[in-house]
């Protein structure tokens, strides 16, 4: 989220719980960006879900600043501050918050220019993501998990993905931060096809629908869900909170895609996740989906 629309949410929205508010540019891009609230005949609906998403969101992309408490970030490094400041590291961003990994299954091919990859096994290139100002490969697919970056050739995708460069979405950990991830595949949103590849569970739904992804890579047969596994499903009950999203999200919208609505049905009925490992090991056929 830019530093206008994060003040925009701080001046009109931190004391709105619920309630409605006339459709303005920011709305109709915080509606269009992070699917919070409803647009019907020119009012902006919002709720109290609504806000909590929106939170979260925002302290997923901006490195856990809290929508309503803190200030926009300052976007300075270590060696900014350093001039200033005996402490490099007051008020300092991650060594990493600029850097994104990216793989792909051939060579890389960014800024007109093309990279060979090695011949050894590896997890994809760490880059600067502001040094980036073209992809020249027809997809760019965010992945939600990081044994996905170092199993490419063994996902079973259809043949258009064999060209695509993969973004790993991050985590918490200091060299996997999200931060970065997010704003760089939307950046690419009119000039490449942005897909999301997450686990096949309520979040890794609620994590495509936000990501900014046209497309959703999952499963092709609904039966891959089954597959027999040993031990007890414990993930599914600890996503209450995406349930919820996802439900309030289909009431509020109705624009959750059939294929998306059919495999959470699904997942609802049997209670069973599956997760990008389980796809990786049984070579579950994936196919794309729009969301």
């Given amino acids: ?26 709305l109709k891009r915080l509606h269009q960006s992070y699917h919070v609230g409803e647009i019907d005949n020119g009012w902006f609906y919002f709720t109290d879900k609504d806000k909590q998403h929106l939170i979260q969101i925002v302290a997923l992309e901006l490195n856990g600043t809290h929508l309503f408490r803190d200030n926009y970030p300052l976007p300075q490094s270590r060696t900014q501050i350093a001039k200033k400041n005996r402490s490099e590291k007051v008020g300092a961003l991650k060594v990493s918050h600029d850097f994104i990994l990216i793989n792909s299954l051939g060579p890389l091919r960014i800024n007109q220019h093309v990279i060979t990859k090695p011949t050894l096994s590896a997890l994809g290139y760490y880059l600067c993501a502001s040094e980036i100002e073209t992809i020249e490969h027809a997809q760019i697919v965010l992945v939600e998990n990081l044994i996905v970056m170092a199993n490419l050739n063994q996902l ?12 790993y979405r991050g985590d918490s950990q200091a060299q996997q931060q999200t931060g970065t991830a997010y704003p760089f595949f939307r950046r690419f949103a009119t000039s490449n096809q942005l897909i999301s590849f997450s686990d096949l569970d309520p979040s890794g739904l609620q994590i495509s629908l936000t990501s900014g992804a046209t497309h959703w890579l999952t499963i092709a047969n609904i039966d891959a869900l089954d597959i027999k596994l040993e031990g007890p499903e414990n993930e599914w009950f600890k996503q209450h909170n995406a349930i919820n999203y996802l439900e309030h999200y289909c009431k509020q919208t109705g624009r959750l895609a059939p294929h998306c609505t059919m495999l959470f049905k699904r997942m609802k009925e049997v209670q069973i996740t599956l997760k990008q490992e389980h796809m990786i090991a049984h070579s579950v056929k994936l196919t794309l989906h729009a969301l």
């Fill in 1 to 26: 989220m830019n530093k206008a629309l994060f003040q925009y949410c701080q001046k009109h929205l931190r004391d709105l719980d619920s309630g409605q508010l006339k459709v303005s540019a920011s």
């Fill in 156 to 167: 079973n995708i259809p043949e258009q993905l064999k060209g695509a460069l993969w973004l």
